[in-house]
Every structure is written in structure tokens, then in C-alpha cells.
């Protein structure tokens, strides 16, 4: 089984290469907040303990995120290889992740998507949402018909806090920081791509460096 390990800042686009590798090889896509959401949402016991801490807006702590990542994995025995999207974030994590990836004889595949603070802020802050279905818009690259009337259902957008541009570039900063011991962690495992092209471009580079490593063509 193959296990490609996607990293990199916000806004380099790791949710939407995920969905596009998937696809390609047929992987399943692991994203930690999908998984947290989905054992919250069928109250699992993990998802309940997990959702303690959310509520209280604390981290949900290593070895809850790893009981539901070791349960994923054990119900996957028929499937080629799965893409890991926001998983690890600390040495801990890698350190589990290397367990388990040795113990079912899989190959890892690390992916570091490289992207410059400029594109980066201009890729979050142009995002606008619509309040009332959530579709996705891109004041430049996916720009509503009307301005801020979302398409589909005529919902005003706006834009999460989150994504300002002050706060892009402080969350940018945080993930460099915490990232950095884990980058060292991984040196010469990782395989470095340049990310500030459009989608489709980074999404040829992925693909050759997983075919080059996993035989998989
Ligand atoms: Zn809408």
C-alpha cells in the first residue's frame, strides 16, 4: 500500500491536489478535519471525546487523532494507497505515522508543496463564500457573474476572518514555526514542489514524483 503524505503552508493547495491525486490513483483521501467532523457528526466514542475539546476550542490531543487514523486504517485493507492531508503536524505524529506505515509494509510518499507568501495571501484573501450554500468563490480566479451574489443560489458572499490579509500572513508564520522541527525531522524523505503555478501544472509534478517512486504508471 502507498501512503502519500501531503505537506505544506495554507493556501498551497493541499486540499485540492488531494482531491485530483485521488481521483488519478484511485487513493482514498485522509484529511484529518474530515475525519474529526465525521466521528463527531455519527458520535462515535472517539468523536465524542474529541468533541470536548473542540467545544472548549482546544486541540484535540495526538492520540485521539491517531485512535481514529489507526481505525481508518485498519478498515482499509483492499485499497491501493491513500493520501494523508494535514496529518502530521509535529514529530510526534510522524513518529506514530512511521510506526504504523512500517508495521503494514507501506510505501510513504512526502510531498512538500512550496509556495511564496504572495501567492499564498493572494490565493486566501481573495476567497469569498456564500452565506448561504458555502460554495467557494475567487474575487480573480473564480469571480461571481454578480459582484458578491453567489451563482447558484443568489446568497451575498463574504469573507471568513480567517482569511484576511493580515491573518493569512500570521497563520502562514505559525505553520512555518510549528512545522519546522518536522521538516528536519523528514529532510531528505521529502520531495520539494514548487507551488505557485496554477493547480493543473503542480498536479503533473505530483503525479511524476508518485510515479517515479511507487512504479505506479
Ligand atoms: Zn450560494
Known amino acids: 500500500m502507498i501512503c502519500v503524505i501531503l505537506l505544506g503552508p495554507p493556501g498551497a493547495g493541499k486540499g ?3 482531491k485530483s491525486l485521488s481521483e488519478r490513483f484511485n ?8 475525519l474529526l467532523r465525521e466521528n463527531v457528526k455519527k458520535n462515535t466514542p472517539l468523536g465524542t471525546k474529541a468533541k470536548e475539546f473542540m467545544e472548549k476550542g482546544e486541540l484535540v490531543p495526538d492520540e485521539l487523532l491517531e485512535n481514529m ?15 494523508l492531508d494535514g496529518y502530521p503536524r509535529n514529530i510526534n505524529q510522524a513518529e ?5 506505515l ?3 509494509n507501506c510505501k510513504e510518499i512526502i510531498i512538500y508543496l512550496q509556495s511564496s507568501e504572495k501567492v499564498i495571501v493572494e490565493r486566501l484573501s481573495g476567497r469569498r463564500i456564500c452565506s448561504n450554500c458555502q460554495t467557494i468563490y475567487h474575487l480573480k480566479n473564480m469571480p461571481p457573474k454578480r459582484d458578491l451574489i453567489c451563482d447558484l443560489c443568489g446568497g451575498t458572499l463574504y469573507q471568513r476572518p480567517d482569511d484576511q ?7 502562514l508564520y505559525v505553520y512555518l514555526q510549528e512545522t519546522s522541527p518536522l521538516i528536519k525531522y523528514y529532510q531528505n524523505r521529502l520531495n520539494y514542489i514548487f507551488a505557485d503555478d496554477e493547480a493543473d501544472i503542480v498536479f ?9 517512486e511507487s512504479n505506479l504508471k
Open 16 to 18: 485540492t491536489q488531494a
Open 27 to 34: 487513493f482514498l483521501h485522509i484529511s484529518t478535519g474530515d
Open 69 to 83: 487514523i489507526l481505525e481508518k486504517f485498519n478498515s482499509l485493507k483492499e485499497i491501493k494507497g491513500f493520501i
Open 96 to 100: 506514530f505515522l512511521d510506526r504504523i
Open 102 to 104: 512500517n508495521e503494514n
Open 165 to 171: 490579509e493580515e491573518t493569512v500572513k500570521k497563520r
Open 204 to 212: 503533473g509534478k505530483i503525479v511524476e514524483v508518485i510515479e517515479n
